[in-house]
């Protein structure tokens, strides 16, 4: 997979909070489901025990909370000496990916995606490929939507053979989606790039630059998380 994509996506996960533990994060967003109904939804998926409606309404509070954070912090972070999350990485870009890495878990297992971190709080090659679809949707990358479609589909097989089993197996290892995830990787590094020598530009511009990254996250972050939101919906492993 593109080296500069996974380098820096690893980096974002180094973040403390990054990395969403999927069993915690069902349990706590369904505390009301009686504690069979929570195995099936860690054990297989959400849409099993909880109505659509009701994992929908979870999704948009998710987007809006994340909305709020990712722009407040944006804002600080334009400010030259403001927070500084990474050496390597603008801080302001490194908030807003924080986000668009923790958005993409949640809504990928509120809609019964798998875990994509290992027991050792790793992310697995199937995270990868898995994150790099959903944050490529994010991008409007083509045949990220598609991949995530393919993804669903053998996660659903996987499911329905191995109930108890909630560790990913390789989805690597099918060349199509190999290629795939090497094409999506390479845009979103490219994306990166670019976005890094952009923003750096913005600094030299104390406050001002500031109200620019605030309003930019804004306008940026909620759609791209609803769009996510919508092929995750279309795409619910059931």
Same mark, same amino acid.
């Given at each position: 997979?593109?080296?500069?994509?996974?380098?820096?996506?690893?980096?974002?996960?180094?973040?403390?909070?990054?990395?969403?533990?999927?069993?915690?994060?069902?349990?706590?967003?369904?505390?009301?489901?009686?504690?069979?109904?929570?195995?099936?939804?860690?054990?297989?998926?959400?849409?099993?025990?909880?109505?659509?409606?009701?994992?929908?309404?979870?999704?948009?509070?998710?987007?809006?909370? +994340?909305?709020?954070?990712?722009?407040?912090?944006?804002?600080?972070?334009?400010?030259?000496?403001?927070?500084?999350?990474?050496?390597?990485?603008?801080?302001?870009?490194?908030?807003?990916?924080? +986000?668009?890495?923790?958005?993409?878990?949640?809504?990928?297992?509120?809609?019964?995606?798998?875990?994509?971190?290992?027991?050792?709080?790793?992310?697995?090659?199937?995270?990868?490929?898995?994150?790099?679809?959903?944050?490529?949707?994010?991008?409007?990358?083509?045949?990220?939507?598609?991949?995530?479609?393919?993804?669903?589909?053998?996660?659903?097989?996987?499911?329905?053979?191995?109930?108890?089993?909630?560790?990913?197996?390789?989805?690597?290892?099918?060349?199509?989606?190999?290629?795939?995830?090497?094409?999506?990787?390479?845009?979103?590094?490219?994306?990166?790039?670019?976005?890094?020598?952009?923003?750096?530009?913005?600094?030299?511009?104390?406050?001002?630059?500031?109200?620019?990254?605030?309003?930019?996250?804004?306008?940026?972050?909620?759609?791209?998380?609803?769009?996510?939101?919508?092929?995750?919906?279309?795409?619910?492993?059931?």
């Amino acid at each position: 997979m593109n080296g500069t994509w996974i380098t820096f996506l690893n980096g974002i996960l180094k973040m403390p909070g990054a990395k969403i533990d999927r069993a915690a994060f069902l349990s706590n967003t369904f505390k009301n489901l009686t504690p069979e109904e929570r195995r099936i939804c860690i054990d297989e998926s959400p849409l099993k025990v909880v109505d659509a409606a009701t994992i929908d309404k979870k999704a948009s509070s998710i987007i809006n909370v +994340h909305t709020a954070k990712v722009t407040s912090l944006s804002a600080a972070a334009g400010i030259p000496g403001g927070i500084a999350m990474l050496a390597t990485i603008p801080a302001d870009m490194a908030n807003y990916y924080y +986000h668009v890495v923790a958005v993409g878990q949640k809504l990928g297992y509120l809609y019964g995606f798998p875990d994509m971190v290992d027991d050792k709080g790793n992310l697995t090659g199937d995270g990868e490929v898995m994150l790099t679809a959903f944050i490529g949707v994010m991008n409007k990358v083509q045949t990220a939507n598609q991949l995530i479609k393919s993804l669903a589909i053998e996660i659903g097989k996987r499911i329905s053979e191995e109930t108890a089993t909630r560790i990913a197996g390789n989805l690597l290892s099918k060349q199509i989606v190999a290629q795939t995830v090497e094409v999506i990787a390479k845009k979103l590094g490219t994306q990166i790039t670019s976005r890094t020598a952009s923003r750096s530009v913005t600094k030299l511009i104390p406050v001002v630059s500031g109200l620019i990254c605030g309003a930019l996250t804004y306008t940026t972050f909620r759609p791209q998380a609803k769009r996510l939101h919508a092929s995750l919906k279309a795409n619910a492993i059931r």
